[in-house]
């Protein structure tokens, strides 16, 4: 399957943050056993306004609002998955994760596992990173790379509002734990989005944008701003191919490595901290599959080694831009 | 809480004696087969506190759940686990109950409402919360009992939790088994109250004390508990008094004393599979003879389970990266 | 434990007005300056809940310690902090606390003992009890204070934190605002207890209850749990009654409504700076035009500050990675 | 500096278990700053028998034994450290580290930052890593990929006792929070470790072997089975010289780098996890940096991508050893 066979789009427009209620909604007439918990997901809508309006239609046994509990979220989720329901739980900003993380790497990812493969747990981890809305240092964080070390669990970041449904319907749909993450920066991003329910396929990448020259693998936020370079550098003759792996683990080597048989150059960009970041996968498989294509080494960027920084000033120098993309471009270019 | 009346019948009494030998001939076996290097790894054995596992559990049908610990075995038996997939199990063979991929830590059959041992302190209790809620949820009478020592009560998941429970007035029991200690370390060095029972208070759920070394004592007061969860009442939390006779893990560990011999000694004059005979064979319940028999027959039906483990293959190598998922995902999206 | 019984002294009074009045007229224009775009990110206004920072912080010496929470600048300011580096850090300044890094959830000062305010929920409250060690180890008679919401006293951290703390019989006082809501989650739905100074009980340690709208009753308190804290007594739980009369962030915040309005009236009605000004007047402490005296001078000071920060400097793009170390290594080991 | 001038050995041998405690007892000697605390620690001396004999020596007053609460055992190290004490404390099995990660990741590493840098936070956490030892899924993991990933963190792990003892001394000197990683199946191995206080500097890669044909980088156990592997090949004719990067955050690419700049291929060798694994930052690091140089892709090994099996032979499977290590060598020579 490629990406030129998932479905059209009705030509409705829709902002990411409708997006994701709408396919949790459709999820939800379409089964009972999938139900909404987390902290301020029903009356509020969550802070993020990610699940507005899904308590009214469900009421509040399917959509509840939880204690400030990290912990028993993701064990709520698990073990109602276990006995049989397909929970949606959001853990709000990533970067609390932390509070959580014994039971999602801990329990959730391997429960099946620990027990011979007779557990399914269809559950889905919502949660929002990414800088660049002036929160400092435990509100901005691009954790993914943990979640991706971390076997049992499957991780989606959608970069627009159509991947954001359709990823999000995957994910429900998936009898396995999938985190999907949401970023914060994007949320006002509007695409054109079908009525319908659909699924964008997890484990599939997507080549946003053609290209000849370089092959941009950026997920998230990144995947806007490498499309805004390679529009800056297509006027200087630099063709960029942008591929956005959607689901970051599994990561789609095929449709990237296909990429750079084209381009012999890649890029790699996160949003996060680039040590020991999601990136470094990408970067070493496509070094060990795709070397004898490479006429230069793969190129990576991401956050420099500190927390996200509060001043303004300083957020916009910390995460990587459309400007840092090119500048990078043009030097695997060798221009 | 004032002590329960809730009194078992006869027949209840000797169901529970059951329960109670087959424990303790089971874990008599492990723990001489780990000691004598022929099961791998460390076993956290349950002698001593046979009667909570079997005062608790002969109020639970194979559709209720229970969630164990690292010191699970005496749980899944007196819920009905199979000695032939557990024995397996620990000797790590593909025949046993995850296929060999668990072990004694991980020992768990979900078929029979069991979610696991688990090897992380309190780390079930929330999962005990999920399926309480499905189990309300989906509207049944089930109930879940969630079994945890008094050194799980210091770790934040068990708070978390509780609180949760109580707030949505879940089925679901939890069952501190408070030994005296959390490893090496006893309960006074790792908490400053003398009953686990009066965290209750903190979360709006009754706290219940019962004699951990008495059957009819368990039975009565995790009765009442679970009866009042069935029947929509809410959790409560039952703090049994007990004593583990042999090491953390394994029979006699490293040989570092942390405990007073006449401390061990005392408690093991309180014997409860003993206490029990004596009162079965005073208020003529069971013969002398029929209570030996209940042995016997315990002990064969060991010998045979372990002939069988031994006598199971290893697990096949290929095995070794299957049950990660329900729903793998091939590179490129493909299933 | 029955109501204290230590009251203020009139100069204590007139201390704890005069913190109280600086703190609502930083946070006042604070929210003018957030709700006007002129400051970034999200800020958490005290308004309303000043009796509890005040009441506390007029027994602390600056070799005490607090802790606080992304509710922070009230604990700040009443243990000293100074309006200018507060408003340059709310700016994101180069002059700020934090050097701009920071921001209003991580505004803090060492040399004050102000070991951060902190935009994860109930994060500090382990970080108090480390304090609190120190002190003891170090043999002085310092006290840590640990201020905590209602939603806080839910996550784990608050109740390993707590036990840990009363295990030891360190001096470290939890104080609890219980201002009725979580975000947007009323306490009722977050909690099934309505004193979280239950809770107490079940670390063994003293809890307390104080109406947090009355600054004397919040001083008699926290003196007594402070007292025994310096004491070597060991921990309490104080647990003040509080309210926000703004949102949870900003001061209109998103209008999704979440709480009557006739709740918030009913509170606004009960403003601690309003009824303690009644009496340090009815009582002769102050004149009328004595507390209009303390008012003007601090929305002066006020000023000032504000343009301070806002003539202050970004901070320098190359200050983006420092403070990340304190002993930075080089590639290969040189420092 | 380089690896030859490191202090040279006494000729006492001492197995890696003690080389940890006498290394602990010597800051403790010199800096009555320094104090430990963790599950077990005290009493017991680590169920590992890495902190054995200290209680005795130091009294249980800087010595001391925790209750079962991960996320308080952070706290208290943060805290304590933030007001001036060296603190050194005990996760026990990395596996655990998801409890107290966001104490870890979002308190411990970002304060000082978040602070502007004022903070000054000399701890040390101890924590053991590593499967082999049949403790199954979540008592076997090498998680040092998550902390690697987190600014305000150093990371160090050592393969032999040697490194272990100066490692270790310069962990708990070093101002900034270091997570000492140890290796369970190391515990046993002896090496040449001087009397005498030392310290093996942060940041500094050790050529273990040298070699001209391929540069092995591995780490921790993988270490031994690199050697092991290099004494089998030398006998076909293949020569590895294997680079133990001790420090895996910083990473010393420089000394890797002109290992590479020799041999002119590169396997890096982990036992964690593959797939987002440390590997991959120094597999990308060498093709960034040492892409001219290379004749080859850079190789990686690392476990597949599951939790850690518990039956022996599939764990054996499960972590990569000096056979694969051979294989993947071979393949790097095209022989
Ligand atoms: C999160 C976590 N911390 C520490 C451990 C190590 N550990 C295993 S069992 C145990 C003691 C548990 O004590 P308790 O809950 O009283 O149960 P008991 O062993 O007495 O049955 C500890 C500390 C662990 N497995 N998980
Ligand atoms: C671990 C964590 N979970 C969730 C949040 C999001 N959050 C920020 S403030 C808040 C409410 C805190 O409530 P409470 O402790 O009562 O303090 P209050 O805001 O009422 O002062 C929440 C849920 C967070 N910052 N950290
Ligand atoms: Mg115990
Ligand atoms: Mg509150």
């Given at each position: 399957m490629t990406a030129t066979d998932l479905p059209v789009t009705a030509g409705r427009k829709l902002p990411f943050v409708q997006a994701v209620p709408e396919a949790i909604a459709q999820c939800m007439r379409d089964d009972a056993d999938v139900f909404l918990a987390g902290e301020d997901v029903a009356v509020y809508g969550s802070v993020f306004g990610t699940t507005r309006g899904l308590l009214d239609e469900f009421g509040p046994s399917r959509v509840l609002d939880t204690p400030i509990s990290e912990i028993a979220i993701i064990g709520l989720a698990t073990g109602a998955a276990a006995v049989g329901l397909r929970p949606v739980v959001d853990l709000m900003f990533m970067d609390f994760i932390g509070c959580a993380m014994d039971q999602l790497m801990n329990q959730l990812a391997k429960m099946k596992y620990m027990f011979g493969g007779k557990a399914r747990l269809p559950v889905t981890v919502m949660t929002a990173a990414g800088a660049g809305t002036n929160l400092a240092a435990q509100h901005s964080q691009s954790l993914e790379a943990m979640v991706c070390h971390i076997?049992?669990?499957?991780?989606?970041?959608?970069?627009?509002?159509?991947?954001?449904?359709?990823?999000?319907?995957?994910?429900?749909?998936?009898?396995?734990?999938?985190?999907?993450?949401?970023?914060?920066?994007?949320?006002?991003?509007?695409?054109?989005?079908?009525?319908?329910?659909?699924?964008?396929?997890?484990?599939?990448?997507?080549?946003?944008?053609?290209?000849?020259d370089v092959t941009v693998v950026a997920h998230g936020r990144m995947v806007g701003e490498a499309l805004a370079a390679a529009e800056a550098l297509a006027s200087d003759g630099i063709s960029l191919e942008v591929v956005d792996p959607r689901t970051l683990q599994p990561f789609d080597l095929p449709t990237v490595l296909a990429s750079v048989a084209k381009t012999h150059r890649a890029l790699v960009v996160q949003e996060s901290v680039r040590y020991a970041g999601i990136g470094a996968e990408y970067a070493a498989q496509i070094a060990e599959e795709g070397f004898d294509e490479l006429d230069a080494p793969v190129a990576r960027l991401g956050a420099p080694f500190s927390p996200v920084p509060f001043s303004p000033v300083l957020e916009q120098a910390y995460v990587p831009d459309a400007a840092r993309i090119a500048a990078e471009a043009r030097v695997l270019m060798g221009t | 809480m004032p002590p329960s009346e809730l009194a078992p019948t006869p027949a209840q009494l000797v169901d529970m004696h059951r329960r109670m030998a087959r424990i303790r001939h089971f874990e008599e076996e492990a723990g001489k087969l780990v000691e004598g290097g022929k099961i791998p790894g460390a076993l956290h054995l349950y002698v001593g506190e046979e009667a909570v596992a079997a005062g608790v559990m002969v109020h639970l049908d194979v559709d209720d759940q229970i969630t164990s610990t690292h010191r699970g075995h005496g749980h899944v038996i007196a819920k009905g686990g199979d000695f032939k997939l557990m024995y397996a199990e620990l000797f790590g063979k593909a025949t046993g109950y995850c296929r060999g991929k668990g072990g004694s830590m991980h020992i768990s059959d979900l078929d029979l409402g069991i979610l696991g041992a688990n090897g992380i302190v309190a780390g079930s209790v929330p999962i005990a919360v999920g399926a309480a809620f499905a189990n309300r949820y989906r509207d049944t009478d089930r109930v879940t009992v969630c079994f945890f020592g008094d050194g799980a009560s210091n770790e934040g998941a068990f708070h978390e939790a509780a609180n949760m429970a109580a707030l949505y007035q879940l089925p679901v029991v939890f069952v501190c088994e408070n030994n005296l200690y959390g490893e090496f370390t006893s309960q006074p060095r790792h908490q400053r109250v003398t009953d686990i029972a009066d965290r209750a208070v903190g979360y709006g759920m009754p706290g219940v004390i019962a004699d951990g070394m008495d059957a009819s004592a368990v039975f009565g007061a995790a009765g009442e508990c679970i009866a009042r969860a069935r029947a929509g009442g809410g959790p409560s939390l039952l703090e049994c008094k007990t004593y583990r006779f042999y090491d953390h893990v394994g029979v006699t560990g490293m040989r570092i004393p942390y405990r007073d011999e006449a401390e061990v000694d005392e408690w093991k004059g309180r014997d409860p599979i003993a206490a029990l005979e004596l009162r079965l064979v005073e208020e003529d319940v069971l013969t002398a003879d029929a209570v030996a028999a209940v042995h016997q027959s315990v002990v064969a039906e060991i010998a045979d389970a372990i002939a069988f483990a031994e006598a199971s293959p290893d697990p096949d190598i290929s095995s070794l990266t299957e049950d990660v998922y329900s729903n793998p995902i091939e590179p490129g999206g493909v299933r």
């Open positions: 076997p049992g669990l499957k991780v989606v970041m959608p970069s627009n509002a159509y991947d954001a449904k359709g990823l999000l319907t995957a994910s429900i749909r998936d009898d396995d734990p999938v985190i999907f993450i949401v970023n914060k920066f994007l949320l006002g991003a509007t695409s054109d989005v079908p009525v319908e329910p659909y699924e964008v396929p997890l484990g599939l990448a997507a080549v946003v944008r053609p290209g000849t | -």
